[in-house]
């Protein structure tokens, strides 16, 4: 076996606790198939007093949080909504669905989030909501955004998809501003295959939520036994995972703390490893405010270029090692132009874009592993200084 064969480095491998199928046999057994059961019921209390956010709903996905978000803010056509450009595709599509416009605002050169010094030029009448995303877990500038938020009465949606366990100024990740949506994708530290969650901050907007989520009914008053039959309320969806979705993410839910301390110890480890690169000009390591305490999502490095980094990715996978990239600005996807507008050049977003490179990052990613990544990395940059 070659050292490539070796060192067959996946990018993600989803972690598993081991209790999963144990809840969901429970699920089974107790003849509680459809949504908003006892386990469903358990993750619930369980973020609401992990974030303290004032309601929890359990969705199929950060997707389909968001879309509730939209609909909760009653987005109509024509409505603007400010976000970044670099995101997934859901941030903007979940606005787009009601008519909205998306406008795409630079990023920070640190962070690689939403800059909030460009924010308030973007305002105009028809603008309603900002909607921050924690990239990498790390925090939006989000005392800067709520204020501008507060100042021009808008609505502040965080797309925490990644921020789960991740903190700013010792507050959750999605409770921060009116609504938060988290992603609980296969792809992020605490999963339920497919799964997701809106954090509603603004009690005001809860019961709306519960209708929204139930289509459009008043199905979870009536289930609480607050009304005596439930009926159409207004335009909503089915947004509620099934309870064996629910039986799974619980077992994650319980460990997520273990799961996020596991998972900073690998990114401390990448991050230690490659402080010489990074003294060297190589590339740039991830900068983590002092406010934000994170949660390890993900350990990227920026190359100097794109060329570069599309060079380093595809010799780094000859030897094994899935280092792969991340978004393409929705501003210069076909979608995003039909459907958003820029405001002010997008600078930042068009040169980090072409050189973020994401390591392998996986619970049970040994240190010889860690080891391998770094070293294959130095000797690939090696390789084209010398050319
Ligand atoms: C993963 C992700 C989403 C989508 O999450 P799903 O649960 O797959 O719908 C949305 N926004 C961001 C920033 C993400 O990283």
Request: proline share 4%; net charge negative; glycine share 8%.
């Amino acid at each position: 076996m070659n050292k490539a064969m070796q060192n067959n480095i996946k990018f993600n491998r989803p972690y598993m606790t081991g209790k999963e199928l144990y809840y969901i046999a429970e699920a089974h057994f107790g003849n509680m198939l459809a949504g908003d059961g006892p386990f469903t019921k358990r993750c619930h209390r369980w973020l609401e007093q992990e974030t303290g956010c004032s309601k929890a709903l359990l969705t199929h996905s950060c997707t389909a949080a968001l879309e509730m978000a939209a609909l909760l803010l009653d987005i109509q056509s024509g409505d603007e909504v400010i976000m970044p450009s670099y995101t997934f595709v859901s941030t903007a599509n979940a606005f787009v669905l009601r008519g909205g416009v998306p406008v795409f605002v630079d990023i920070r050169e640190d962070t690689l989030n939403l800059d909030e010094r460009l924010i308030e030029a973007a305002i105009t009448p028809r603008t309603r909501a900002i909607v921050p995303v924690h990239y990498a877990g790390v925090a939006c500038e989000m005392e800067s955004i709520l204020d501008i938020a507060r100042r021009h009465n808008l609505k502040v949606v965080e797309d925490a998809a990644q921020g789960v366990m991740a903190r700013y100024k010792g507050r959750a990740l999605g409770s921060v501003g009116d609504l938060g949506a988290y992603s609980f994708h296969e792809t992020k530290n605490v999963i339920s295959g497919e799964g997701g969650a809106l954090l509603v901050n603004d009690p005001a907007l809860a019961l709306r939520a519960e209708i929204i989520r139930e289509k459009g009914t008043d199905r979870s008053r009536f289930f609480r036994g607050e009304v005596d039959k439930y009926t159409w309320q207004e335009v909503g969806s089915s947004f509620l995972p099934g309870e064996l979705t629910a039986a799974f993410l619980w077992a994650q839910l319980e460990e997520a703390e273990a799961i996020t301390t596991e998972r900073l110890a690998i990114w401390a480890r990448y991050h230690e490893a490659l402080a010489p690169l990074e003294e060297r000009g190589f590339l740039r390591r991830p900068i983590i405010p002092v406010e934000c305490q994170h949660n390890a999502h993900m350990y990227y490095i920026l190359l100097p270029d794109g060329p570069t980094r599309d060079r380093v990715a595809r010799r780094l996978k000859e030897e094994g090692v899935h280092a792969i990239f991340h978004y393409i600005p929705l501003h210069s996807a076909p979608a995003g132009k039909q459907y958003g507008r820029v405001h002010g050049a997008l600078a930042v977003t068009d040169s980090i874009a072409g050189r973020v490179l994401r390591m392998p990052m996986w619970i049970g990613l040994s240190e010889e592993q860690i080891a391998y990544v770094v070293e294959t990395l130095e000797s690939v940059l090696a390789e084209f200084a010398i050319q």
